[in-house]
């Protein structure tokens, strides 16, 4: 299969939509050829507003190049192909040792649902966010509502005049300090109705009466954010799913979070391994740290095969079950791991910056091991997920209440 001078895809697209094979041998030939992938692969950056702008140039030259349109539908600025092309894209960054671009894990949970459930707003806005040009942000949680979804108080009221007004707030909003977009959960149903009165929506972040306040981690960087809706109007074009139809919408969405979003993760876990393996050599390490080691990649490896069977199933178009609760577990549980080993095999450079590399790639790196804190807790804690396995899949009788 060959490729354009300048890496970009040479207009035989078909073949890559139907070999993956031939794809896979594409994409790391360009990967290996093209003059500016070292750039990215030693990207650093002191704050998450610089690191999210570089990426999004990365996802630019992608897919200029076309490398990350397979997997997507045409009507999304796609090329065709499946779940399946995505995974494999995950896999040859892995092998290049290149990082993935933030924006790619809000795009891989938000972007099927958007394709299903509302397919204008998808033809409208993902060739934005596949180009690297926009981002969105996921609005789902609430000051007293994380994981009990139901428990949503934000509400939407139908104005009679084309619109939905919104008031209420949301916390912990993924990538809500840079997003041009947000999809919001709010009520409009009654309190009552839990689940089945909630509604999606697509508000633009700068809607009037949306106010947008990002929040500092523990790692100094701005990576979610709080939003206030005072008397926020959208239209009802801007509706994923229908009216007190959200339910279906979050647990499709659910499916990728965990299934294509896990596998992602879990090969990102890879190249986190192997930028330590070659760092470890340097380091001149004992036996113990690499038998550590050795338990470590193990257990990214599970977690890949786990997720790889939920992928496979994904573009098969079979609805993934409760099981996937199982791929949470795992791919959060290592990417802890993975974070945890890091620090302990390198901790004289984590914890006092000595002996490594520059501040940029040690804020880079702390800001990783902070965020691996909540990867356990995000999209649903590991107790929520323990129990979904316990009571839907391995059927074990009821906790008694106290």
């Not at 791919?331 to 590399?357: M, N, P, Q, Y």
Request: hydrophobic letters at 40%; aromatic letters at 10%.
């Amino acid at each position: 299969m060959s490729t354009a001078v300048d890496g970009a895809v040479d207009g035989r697209e078909g073949d890559f939509v139907n070999d993956l094979a031939s794809y896979r041998q594409g994409l790391r030939a360009f990967l290996a050829d093209a003059d500016w992938i070292g750039d990215w692969r030693g990207a650093a950056f002191d704050n998450l507003e610089d690191s999210m702008r570089h990426d999004g140039e990365v996802l630019a030259r992608l897919y200029a190049a076309g490398w990350n349109r397979y997997g997507w539908p045409e009507d999304a600025g796609g090329f065709g192909g499946s779940e399946l092309h995505r995974a494999v894209f995950y896999e040859e960054l892995a092998v290049a040792l290149l990082p993935v671009p933030r924006q790619q894990w809000s795009l891989e949970t938000l972007g099927p649902a958007t394709l299903k459930f509302a397919p204008p707003l998808a033809r409208e806005y993902l060739p934005r966010y596949l180009s690297g040009a926009e981002w969105w942000g996921q609005g789902f949680s609430e000051p007293e509502s994380g994981s009990d979804l139901a428990s949503l108080r934000t509400r939407a009221v139908d104005d009679g005049d084309g619109n939905f007004v919104i008031n209420g707030q949301k916390i912990w909003t993924s990538d809500g300090p840079t997003a041009t977009r947000l999809v919001v959960l709010a009520r409009t149903g009654t309190v009552e109705s839990r689940h089945r009165g909630l509604t999606m929506f697509l508000v633009n972040a700068d809607t009037p009466g949306l106010t947008v306040r990002p929040i500092t981690m523990a790692s100094g960087r701005r990576e979610l954010a709080e939003l206030f809706f005072d008397d926020v109007r959208v239209p009802k074009e801007r509706l994923i799913g229908p009216v007190d139809g959200a339910w279906g919408v979050t647990m499709y969405l659910m499916q990728y979070e965990r299934g294509i979003y896990g596998y992602g993760v879990a090969t990102k876990l890879l190249t986190e391994l192997g930028r330590l393996r070659n760092r470890m050599n340097k380091l001149g390490l004992g036996a113990a740290e690499r038998a550590q080691f050795g338990r470590v990649y193990a257990a990214a490896l599970a977690a890949q095969a786990r997720s790889a069977g939920t992928v496979r199933r994904l573009a098969a178009q079979t609805e993934i079950g409760p099981d996937s609760s199982i791929d949470k577990l795992l791919f959060t549980r290592t990417e802890k791991e993975v974070s945890d080993l890091i620090l302990d095999l390198d901790r004289a450079w984590l914890i006092t910056g000595s002996g490594g590399h520059g501040r940029c790639e040690l804020n880079t790196e702390r800001g990783h091991w902070w965020y691996s804190r909540a990867a356990t807790i995000m999209g649903g804690t590991a107790e929520i997920q323990r129990g979904i396995v316990a009571d839907h899949i391995l059927g074990l009788p009821k906790e008694g209440r106290k």
